[in-house]
């Protein structure tokens, strides 16, 4: 069942939404925001409509499949946006039976609401006590009000200030919010309809139907063996975390750090998840911890601070680095510090990362300066008039101070991997109508981790065939709920993409093979593209900012040098 949520007269419907059947995650929220939302609308106008809708998997707790999508058009890209996020909320609202929440239009008035989400359906509660909290307090006062098990996603003074570069904060298994809906600005969207939070209490919620229930299981037991088994996913990542990756890049000179000036950091052991770990392991937190009911990867944790307290959780690769070898700051406490920060405030800590790395170019602070990086952020917290900057994201940060390297792809910052050393993934970045995602199509699995093949990441030959192909699977795994990182067992073990195959087939009594799907994958490519187009992003800003492709990144001494004709061959399917 679908709600739609009618800011202005403050009414809730249910809708049966027959034509999006078939479609779930990003499949659907993208298709929803292609046929339903004015290309040309404004991101936080009355046109734009704010999605939040459940996977294909959703609320059946398959391997690693606890994913939901949420939609907008971006207020930072001024394009389509889908953000997956993790946490409990797609579970409970899947097990709701709920398909699709849809908030539309603005509120006549100005106000602070709640949608709540339970086995009696979906309603609009004001809570004016929540206006101008942050998301940690938010959450405390949403489970003292509807218990510690309920799923809650809100924002925090950076998405009620409608800042570009405001995220959407989801509490994980323990009720704290370290998951968020990241990247995009979709919390500024939730800001202007005046949603401060939605919660889901799935208490009393039906048991789900399969089609054919012991099909769905054995899908879902190759899957879990496979995830169970690939190095990368029963090994690496349950013990150190997606913040393995910092040695790895810096030793392949992948780095971005001092505001993509160099390919490695000399603190890089200081941020590594080798250090991570040991700093957990000392301080009483705990490192293998799953981000959602069912996961079997564990690559979250939860870090303590000097005292034994909890600073943070779901503390990824990508934050350390952005806030990290970014603005050559080596103090791992600070680095969480800040990831604390920017998930209580509300912010995408990639495009706060990125844009703090502009500043520190501009001369506002050195790198390596922690404490003013810090105070920095709480300006974004304080909505000073340079806070209002830097949570408009690195773009405008960069236009603001005049500065000409400025890393973003379609007003998004891009992240923790440089595409002059990783050119697979710096076709990703180029190309994905997200703008620049490493989401989208991690073409980091076979450049650097030689998952899937081998691809010489220094070499522009192939990197168009790679990043095509993943962002087409991606499409479809960001569909399913699966979490990105299955993609590395299922590239390697094809048992593994059989399960899935087999668990969406039983789920709901198809018949589609692995090329149906791959075929639902390029459609959601075509939706989106579709919709940038109409919203006036033109095929020409398919590439990366020029100083890529003329300053030559140490060590390797690399320049970006795919030609801009061969990325224009990305979407030729």
Not at 187 to 195: D, L, N, T
Not at 270 to 277: C, I
Not at 278 to 288: M, P, S, Y
Request: glycine share 14%.
């Amino acid at each position: 069942m679908f709600y739609r949520i009618n800011m202005k007269d403050l009414l809730v419907k249910e809708d049966a939404g027959e034509q999006y059947a078939g479609l779930g995650g990003r499949a659907l929220s993208s298709r929803l925001v292609e046929e339903e939302v004015e290309p040309t609308a404004h991101p936080l106008g009355e046109k734009n409509k704010l999605v939040f809708v459940t996977s294909l998997l959703s609320g059946t707790g398959a391997p690693n499949g606890g994913r939901m999508s949420l939609g907008a058009k971006s207020p930072l890209t001024g394009g389509i946006k889908e953000s997956n996020v993790g946490g409990t909320m797609g579970m409970k609202l899947g097990r709701l039976g709920v398909r699709g929440i849809i908030v539309e239009g603005l509120p006549a008035q100005e106000g602070t609401y709640v949608i709540q989400v339970s086995a009696a359906g979906v309603s609009l509660v004001e809570m004016p006590e929540l206006k101008g909290l942050n998301i940690y307090d938010t959450v405390a006062k949403l489970q003292d009000k509807y218990g510690p098990k309920t799923a809650i996603g809100c924002i925090g003074t950076a998405g009620e200030k409608r800042m570009a570069a405001a995220c959407v904060g989801f509490t994980d298994m323990e009720g704290a919010p370290t998951r968020q809906a990241g990247r995009g600005g979709l919390g500024a969207v939730m800001g202007s309809k005046g949603i401060k939070a939605i919660v889901a209490d799935d208490s009393g919620a039906g048991k789900l139907v399969y089609a054919d229930e012991d099909a769905y299981r054995a899908g879902a037991k190759k899957l879990a063996n496979a995830l169970l088994t690939h190095p990368v996913t029963s090994q690496a990542l349950p013990a150190y975390g997606t913040d393995v990756l910092v040695n790895i890049l810096s030793e392949a000179g992948g780095l971005p750090t001092r505001n993509f000036s160099e390919g490695r950091f000399e603190g890089a052991n200081d941020l590594g998840g080798e250090t991570m770990a040991e700093t957990i392991k000392a301080r009483g937190g705990k490192v293998g911890h799953g981000c959602s009911p069912g996961c079997v990867i564990r690559c979250s944790q939860i870090y303590h601070d000097k005292d034994g307290k909890v600073l943070t959780g779901g503390f990824e690769y990508e934050s350390v680095w952005s806030m990290g070898a970014n603005l050559g700051i080596n103090n791992l406490d600070d680095v969480a510090l800040m990831n604390r920060l920017c998930d209580d405030y509300g912010l995408d800590t990639i495009d706060t990362g990125v844009a703090l790395g502009v500043l520190m170019e501009a001369g506002l602070f050195t790198a390596g300066d922690s404490k003013a990086a810090i105070s920095l952020i709480h300006e974004v917290g304080q909505a000073t008039p340079l806070g209002r900057i830097i949570g408009a994201g690195a773009a405008v940060t960069g236009k603001v101070f005049g500065m000409r390297r400025v890393p973003v792809v379609k007003g998004q910052a891009i992240p923790a991997y440089d595409p002059r050393a990783v050119k697979g993934q710096g076709v990703t970045y180029a190309t994905t109508p997200m703008g620049a995602d490493h989401t989208a199509g991690y073409a980091v699995a076979t450049n650097i981790l030689n998952v899937g093949g081998k691809l010489d990441p220094l070499v522009a030959e192939g990197q168009v065939d790679l990043s095509r192909n993943l962002q087409i699977a991606t499409a479809f795994v960001d569909s399913t709920g699966l979490c990105l990182f299955v993609a590395f067992a299922i590239l390697d073990i094809p048992e593994g993409l059989e399960g899935i195959v087999e668990m969406c087939n039983a789920r709901y009594g198809w018949n589609k093979s692995v090329e149906d799907y791959l075929e639902m994958g390029k459609q959601v490519l075509r939706d989106e593209r579709h919709f940038n187009k109409q919203a006036g992003i033109a095929e020409g800003s398919d590439d990366l900012p020029d100083f890529f492709r003329t300053e030559k990144l140490p060590p390797h001494e690399v320049v970006f040098d795919v030609p801009k004709d061969e990325l224009n061959k990305v979407f030729d399917f």
